[in-house]
Structure formats: C-alpha cells, structure tokens
C-alpha cells in the first residue's frame, strides 16, 4: 500500500474545454478519499487519469513517490472497479478473478490460494465456476470487487461502483466495503456523486466542481465548515438554507437585517461580521440548526406560518417561506407540527456560516 | 351472447391458425422444394431425367429385361420406367462391351459384360424350353396385332366419312349408320389390345430375363468433372477466391469496423455511408474497368485480381456488421484487462476479439457466400483460369444441356460454402448470452 499524490494535474478536450484543471491532491497511506461532485464535475477524468485511461494534458501523477504519468495502465499497480463492473463475459468468474494473476505468471496453486481468500472476503466461493450472466447485478459488483483485491495493488481505483445496484443493496455494499477497507487497508481512491455514500465511507472527502477541487476534508469539515456557497448547497438534505442580509450599524451594534427579522451577532459571529458593516451578506444556516418553537422563547429571533411538514419518523421537516423563498427545518419527531400553524424559529448561532455574495466564499475570521 | 363471443373467437383463431400454417407450408415449398428438386436431379440419370413426368423420388436401382430378337442375332434391352408403368426399350445389339457401356451412360448402372452375358446365356435357355409356346405366343401376337392395324385403317375411314357426312340434311342415317361402327370398332380395338398385354404377359417369363442392378448415385458428379474443362482447378480457384476474399474483408472491415465503433472523429457518418456507396454499383458494371485495372496491376485472370474485386463490397458489409458488434461490447471491458495487465492491442486480442467472434463469422460467411458464387463478374474477370461457377455456367449453356449434369454442378457448387457455414455454426451460434454486462 502506498500512497498516491497529483500535482497540477489537468486535462483539455479539445482546445477550451478543462475536464479538470489543476487538480492537487496527496492521498496518505491506507487512506479512504471519496471524489464528489456532480456530473460533469470532472472527478471520472481525474480518476481515469489516475488509471491512465486517459492522457494528461498536464501535471504530473506520483505513485508511492514515483512519476506514473506517462506509463500504461498495467505498469502503474493500480486496480479498479467500473462503473458498469466491466466483468468479462466470456470467462467464469474465477477465471475473471485470475486473470490479472495469470498475466502475472504466478503458479496455481498460489492463484487458486489467492481468488479463494478474495471469494471469501467478497463472498462470492460459490460462483466461481459460473459465467457473469448467471449472475444478479450485486454477485457480479462483488466480482468486480474480488478482481481488483486479487491483485493487491498500491493504489485501489472504483468509480461510482455502486451506482448501478438498487437502493437497499447499495446501503448494504456500502458498509461491506467499508469492512473489506477496513481489512484490506487499501489505499482506495472512491468516486461517487451520491453524497450519503461519499460521507459513511471516506476518510476524507474531495468535493469538485467544473474541474477544480473546491474542498477537501473529512465528513464534518464539509459538512459543518463549507468553503463556499457551492459545499454548503451541495452537502446534506435538506440543504443549508441561504438567507440575504443586510449588515447595520446602529448605536455601536451590528444588526443582522432582513425583511422579515434583525438579530445581533454575538461572539465569534460578531469578530467574523465587524468589518463587513453596511454590507449585504448570506447567510447560511442548515436545517437542523433551527430550532422551532411552539410559544415565543428568548432564543426565538421571528414567527412564522407553517406552509407544510414532511414527516420522516426519525424527525420531520418543517417548511416555512421567507423572502418568496423556502426555508427548511429539521425538527425533532415531537410535538407534531400542523400546517397553517403560527411557529417561532431560533438560531444556533455558533453554527451559523457567512458567504460573500458576490465570490460566493466563505466569510473568516480576519 | 358471450357465448356466441367465444365462438366467434375461436373461429377468428381457428381461421388466424389455418393461414398461419397455410404460409408456413407455402414457405417450405418455396424454399425446400427447389432444392430437393436440384438435388434429386443431380442423382439422376439420363434415361430418369429425359423420363417424363420427372418422378421425383430418389432412385437406387433400375431393373433390366434383356429379351432376343426374333429371326436375329440380337437381343433388345429394354428398362423398367418408372412415370410410365412399363418397360421402355433401350438398345438393340450384338456386341456385348458397347452395349454394357452404352447402359452405363444412360441408366448410370454399372451392368458388366459378365452380367449380361449370364442374362443371355439364362434368355437362351428359356427361349429353347419354350420355344414351342413363344412361337405360337408370338403368332397370335402378331396376328393380332395386324388386326389392330385394320382396326386402325377402318376407325380412320370411319371419322373421315362421319367429318364429311355430319351436319348436311337427308343424310342422318348415314351418320347414325356410321357412329355405330365407329363405336363398334373402338371397342373391338381396346379388347384386342387387352388381348395382345395379356398374352405379352404370359410370353415376357417365357422369352425375356429380368436383372435389377443398383445405380452408381454419383455417376453425374464424375461425370460432371470428366466432361467440364478444368473443372477441379477451377473448384480450388474458387476456394482461393472466396477464402482470399474473406481475409481481405476481415481484416480491413474489422479493423474500420472497430474504428468506426470506438472512435469520435469528424465526417465519421458519411465514411460510414460512403462505404456503402461501392455496392450502390451493380458489379457487372464496374466489371470491364476492372478489366483493365486488373491487367495493368498484373491481377487479371488470377484469383486474387477477382478477390480484390469482391471485397470492395464485402469490405463495406463487414464494416457496417462489425462496428455494430464491437459498438455492442463496452469500452470497459477493454480498459479494465488494461487496468489488470493486458496492453492496449492484447486486451483488443483477448477480450473485444472473443466476443466479437460472432459477428465476425457471420461476415466471414457473407463475404464467403458472396464471392464464391458470383457469376457474372468472374465471367467478364477471367478468361483461361475460370473459377467454378462459370464452369458451371458454360456447361448450362453448352450444346449438350444435360440437365442432370448441370444440377450435379450445382449442388457441387453449393456444397462449400454449406459446408463452410456448418463450420462457423458453433461461432455464429456462440453468444455470451449476449455481451451485457
């Protein structure tokens, strides 16, 4: 197992258009990274040019601290998993799990020795002498699976490797791969464009849009410390809800100002938002960093009409309009909101995120 | 009422079932029975063929009556004909050797001199014992026979008087009279032929013997190819052709065929259709050009200045049928035994060839089929060094118009490339339960 680092690393079709530009990325020993994005967002070319399916235009692709940029794919001890398992129909799936090993000229009894130890860990023994055809869609992902491990590469490739199974299957490979990691302890490079997926598995999550990394960190970074409007939109359901405010001075206090309500930003809010006063601002805050209360709290900043709920068991979603605009709640299971009814929402305040408007970046701390 | 509904249903299905079968029948005697038309010809032999109505039925022995000639030194051979019922004469002879060869080339029937000296001696000896009986069978035989030629002259007289007395007024007795004989006649005429078979039966046991001895089935095929020139270089000419043919269409058509499939490039469209521009050609039309192209590039009158000419279109049909197959088998297939250790030309060898094979028998048996039988080029292409269908042609078209001949050359020419499609059968047939995945 080894490590895998990219460097400004790029890709043009044509002659203007970047599939990816400037990708840097160091990917550490044994470590889970998940590319996410959505189509089009240029995370398959970046992995493919990691396979060396694809040239690159520029930019430089080390393996455990060797340049691989220019080398076949079967020199660059990789292995991956496709997108559509790409299992070869034409041969039995143990001669689809052997096949890399027999290019190897290993002998084979140690070939026998090794598909027998990934057929375990897959738990597909009993398919060996069968032909994928035979197979349900999930037997011959696991295939594709046990192919790849077979080989023990430094570097384990899988582009979107759950997306063609049903949704419970999916849910349920994904924790079994999870476990298969956690043995393997593979250096694994994961694409998907399901962000449920990208946060239980990664170790860490590279999140990219039009060819550029926008942000790279483990689940709770993206999730809770987005780096720009983009990160906050795209990670988690319901998405963070982005309300337009306007800064105020008044007798030396920064009021948050909307339409609808004013509030004063305390703490490290207040350090983050002093130099920006008379400005407009958005804020971002995620449906379950609301609170809704059925009297009128101190915590409360503004009332507002329930226009629907989405029960969900687990919680329930409670939907509200501000500015001609839907903001959603996540609210615990009890009590039961109705629509129609009158209800007075809260913040939590340390969890409130500020973008610029205009580039669209998070607000810091100066 | 519903009632009356189901049986109006059934009816309709009844009657949908009927025309169903109706062209399923109609289909099998469109196609099927042409060619065992062809082929039962082709085991037929001269006096068979010529043996109208033609039966149909597949023949494996012909039986012989070998009788002496009254008053002669001879003796008549006659054979058993199946659409008529009766024996037919064939030859009357002395010589033994010429008659023994004359029935093999007529009959097909390998009868040896030794044979039809045994059926001789056998005749003699029963014409000897019954002598007696033939004599006397053979007088009133003939007695007979000559009454029937009165019979004859009388039944003409009769008609040509009834012709000029019919339809004139005062004369209706006459005609009554007339029309009386005239019956009277014919019916005397058909008890005395009845007469003449009867006795003719009893005298064929006494005065003939009869042997049966099987046919040599493929006597035509030898034939064929002692009487056509050059008939077996010719047959491995076409051979040449046809498999030279195949490999020029395969190996361009498939390696096109596979650009076509993988890659993007521009005017790849109207490539695609310009190749099928070529067949738009009729191929007798381009033949005299290529003529003279041929003979300039040094090709003319040699197999392979006729397979370059056949795959110019077979090259455009295995382009159309393998990019289909190969846009059939993912891309992913080839990177992932790139990925796993194949190079770029070995994961095209190892894998997209395998699953492609199917599509690439099927054109191989096009290109095979297509050039082998084609006529009408060869003809114009070759002049000393014919491929087999034109010796085929030349002898439809000869003087002799043996059509037994001719169909023995048929299903000659038929039989490689039937042959040739039971061998890729198992490639055609092979399909990796489609290549899905």
Known sequence: MATLKLKNLSKRYGKTVWGAKDINLEVHDKEFIVLLGPSGCGKTTTMRMIAGLEEVTQGIIYIEDKDV???????????????????WPHLTVFDNIAFPLRLKKLNSNEIEKRVKEVSDLTKIE????????????????????????????????????????DAKLRVKMRTEMKAIHKKTQATTVFVTHDQAEAMSMADRIVIMKDGSIVQMGTTDDVYFDCEDMFVAGFIGTPPTNFLTMELQEKNGKLLLVNSAFSFEPLGENYEILKNYSNKIVVMGVRPES?????????????????????????????????????VKIVAPPFPKVDPGEIVHIGFEHDRLMFFNPETEKRIRKA | MSHKDLKAKQTKKLIGRTIFYLFIVFIIMVILLPIYFLLSISFMSDQEAYDWPVPLGLSFRSEFKIEPVLGTSEYLISVYSRSQEEYISLIQGSKIDQMSEFLRNKTNCNVSEEKLNEAIVEVNALYETNSEKIDSLTEDISSLEKKILSLNQNIIKAKRNLSIVEGRESMEAVEEQLRADLKEYESEKQSVSLEIKEKKSVLTPLNSTSFQVFKNLFANYVTFFKVTRDSIPALMRSIQVALFTVFIALTIGGMSGYAF?????????????STLFVRMFPGIAIAMPMVIIL????????????????????????????????????VELEEAAQVFGRTRVGAFIH????LALPGLAASAMYAFIGSWAETAQAIVLTQFNPTFPVVVYQTMVGAKGMVNLIAAGGVTMALPAVLFTILIRKYILQMWGGVKV
């Open chain 2, 261 to 273: 499939a993988r890659y993007a490039f521009k005017g790849k469209n109207v490539l695609k259709l």
């Open chain 1, 69 to 87: 940029t220019f080398l076949p794919p079967r020199r660059r001890d990789i292995s991956m998993v496709f997108q559509s398992y790409a299992v």
């Open chain 2, 295 to 330: 003979a300039e590039m040094g090709f003319y009158d040699k197999p392979i200045g006729l397979s370059l000419v056949y795959s110019v279109g077979q090259i455009a049909l295995t382009i159309w049928i393998t990019a289909s197959i190969f846009m059939g088998i993912p």
């Open chain 1, 290 to 326: 609301m609170q809704v209360f059925k009297e009128k709290k101190l915590e409360s900043v503004f009332s507002r009409e329930v226009l629907v709920t989405e029960p969900q068991g687990s919680h329930q979603i409670v939907a509200i309009e501000l500015d001609d605009q839907i």
């Open chain 2, 351 to 354: 894998i997209t060839l395998p």
């Open chain 1, 126 to 165: 009993e398919y060996l002498e069968r032909f994928p055809r035979q197979l349900s869609g999930g037997q011959r992902q696991r295939v594709a699976l046990a192919r790849a491990l077979v080989v023990q590469p430094k570097v384990f490739l899988m582009d979107e490797p759950l997306s063609n199974l």
